[in-house]
């Protein structure tokens, strides 16, 4: 029935760190008038299935699905790539990457990150006179002026990167799996591809490494505990705040203690998606005691499912993009398959978002920015072009269709990173390229460029099985919309003031705590 009613719907571990900028904040009042406060929360690689109001098989997510019923879902909200950081980046700038610069992941070893002459949402709001904290996973960045600190945000407590990038020795749930780090001075054993065995995950708290390898068995509640007393302090000095949370859920490794009596290849996902929607309902409980009138919370995703991780990957739910499976590979993170980037949204503000409503508005996370420095009275940075919009009137419920097109960039299955060669418009989506990232099976789908597009109505074919008869009349009407927006966002492009992320490599930039450690930890074992 769920489905159903979608194809109608789509028809320093102490906390004394914080405490230097809350001084003057203090010192100096509280601002005239009442600005919002507002609280983002990022999940990573969630399928958009995975949340229960989404008609999810299996319900693991009671507090965000109790958010929904007290606020607004959206079942049409799109991140801005289908992978980390190109994600991120655009969600703090309201810019594609073929602005912003970021058109693919930062590594371990990376120089540059979000080019500085970027303007983040939190340098936004702090020069609009909001503290602004940042908790979770940052991957825009962590060399010199990169760091979160020196990006607008007052506090910072982290992982600076994806935290399946540096060895623990509480090593989670992983496919394959990877080993702890190694405790003693010999050589590192049992390597994988695609684990990292030779220097401990970092965890931050601002410019200071406080635990290197970071315990992912206490991770959660280290976040939760961060971000309420952020919460709590801010509220206490009368400032209006900016609070953005990275989790660490769903990516792998999966960090859990407790597993139910379920079926193996789904208990240690559920398990999982449980514990991230716990931590949730604590950030949200804590803004209900604190500030709940006069805070606006955001939840959202910043890509799809990563598929090649079998049963420890999220649910696509319907959006299966069948035209794709059948020719190999996976339509999920990656890819700009509507698994790939269509993701959870939720809006809560009491008194102000509607109650229970289901918005089928066309959204992306583009919008995140400069719905947020509208609300918070501030002004939009000058002498650059932004992708999202203001989307206040379909948050309260004035307004219903939000964007007539979206660009769906390259994610690493197909084509050049960060191009635009897929386009969402209305109900319409063209594939000027396909591709499929790994699978489960270790399928990719082969790359496969289209002078003429593929064109799916999204409306009539949710799962993008059967694109349109390229000789039809609702084809031949559709083509010439598509080749004028793609055309006019590829001028606008051009005719903008863009970046370039330095993407250059130097191992001396790796972060370690205590180089005369092995896998630099801060201590001995």
């Given at each position: 029935m769920g489905w159903l009613f979608l194809k109608v719907l789509l028809a320093g571990v102490s906390f004394s760190g914080f405490l230097y900028p809350l001084v003057d904040f203090c010192i100096s009042g509280k601002t005239r008038g009442r600005k919002p406060n507002f609280v983002i929360i990022l999940a990573d690689d969630m399928g958009w299935g995975?949340?229960?109001?989404?008609?999810?098989?299996?319900?693991?997510?009671?507090?965000?699905?109790?958010m929904a019923s007290e606020g607004m879902r959206f079942v049409d909200f799109h991140a801005a790539a289908s992978t980390c950081s190109p994600s991120r980046a655009s969600l703090l700038t309201g810019r594609l990457g073929l602005r912003n610069g970021v058109t693919h992941n930062f590594a371990v070893t990376s120089v540059g990150g979000l080019p500085l002459n970027e303007t983040t949402l939190a340098e936004v709001l702090q020069q609009a006179g909001y503290i602004t904290g940042m908790i979770g996973k940052w991957h825009l960045g962590h060399h010199g002026s990169y760091h979160p600190n020196f990006r607008g945000f007052d506090y910072y407590f982290g992982i600076p990167y994806s935290h399946d990038m540096g060895c623990t020795d509480t090593p989670g749930y992983n496919h394959p799996p990877c080993p702890a780090c190694p405790q003693g001075d010999g050589p590192s054993s049992n390597l994988q591809r695609d684990c990292y065995t030779d220097v401990a995950l970092p965890l931050y708290e601002n410019l200071h490494i406080v635990e290197q390898p970071v315990n992912l068995s206490s991770l959660a509640r280290k976040y939760a505990e961060k971000a309420t007393q952020f919460i709590q302090q801010a509220?206490?000095?009368?400032?209006?705040?900016?609070?953005?949370?990275a989790l660490a859920h769903m990516h792998v490794p999966l960090p859990v203690t407790?597993?139910?009596?379920?079926?193996?290849?789904?208990?240690?996902?559920?398990?999982?998606?449980?514990e991230m929607d716990g931590l949730v309902g604590q950030i949200k409980d804590k803004v209900d005691h604190t500030?709940?009138?006069?805070?606006?919370?955001?939840?959202?995703?910043?890509?799809?499912?990563?598929?090649?991780?079998?049963?420890?990957?999220?649910?696509?739910?319907?959006?299966t993009g069948v035209w794709q499976a059948r020719r190999g590979g996976s339509p999920a993170k990656q890819t700009t398959w509507e698994g790939g980037h269509r993701v959870p949204a939720l809006a809560y503000w009491p008194g102000r978002v509607p109650v229970n409503v289901t918005s089928t508005a066309l959204l992306s996370v583009l919008d995140i920015f400069p719905t947020v420095v509208a609300l918070a009275q501030a002004s939009l940075p000058q002498g650059r072009r932004f992708d999202g919009v203001d989307v206040s009137e379909v948050l309260f419920g004035q307004s219903q269709p939000g964007h007539r097109v979206l660009f769906h960039p390259n994610s690493g299955a197909a084509g050049e990173f960060g191009a635009l060669q897929t386009v969402r418009l209305e109900r319409y989506k063209a594939f000027y390229v396909t591709g499929g990232a790994r699978a489960c099976d270790g399928s990719i789908g082969p790359e496969l460029q289209h002078k003429l597009p593929l064109i799916f109505n999204l409306e009539d074919d949710i799962a993008?099985?059967?694109?349109?008869?390229r000789g039809g009349a609702e084809y031949q009407a559709v083509l010439p919309k598509v080749r004028k927006v793609l055309a006019d966002v590829l001028q606008d492009i051009a005719n903008d003031n863009i970046s370039s992320a330095d993407y250059t490599q130097d191992p001396s930039v790796t972060p370690c705590c205590n180089p005369y450690q092995v896998a630099c930890r801060c201590q001995a074992p």
């Open positions: 995975d949340l229960g109001a989404n008609w999810a098989e299996t319900k693991d997510t009671a507090n965000l699905d109790k509220s206490t000095s009368g400032r209006p705040f900016l609070l953005y949370v407790q597993l139910p009596a379920a079926p193996w290849d789904r208990r240690l996902y559920g398990a999982g998606l449980r500030a709940k009138d006069n805070t606006f919370l955001w939840f959202t995703g910043d890509n799809g499912p990563w598929a090649e991780k079998c049963e420890l990957a999220g649910s696509v739910g319907a959006f993008e099985a059967v694109p349109l008869e």
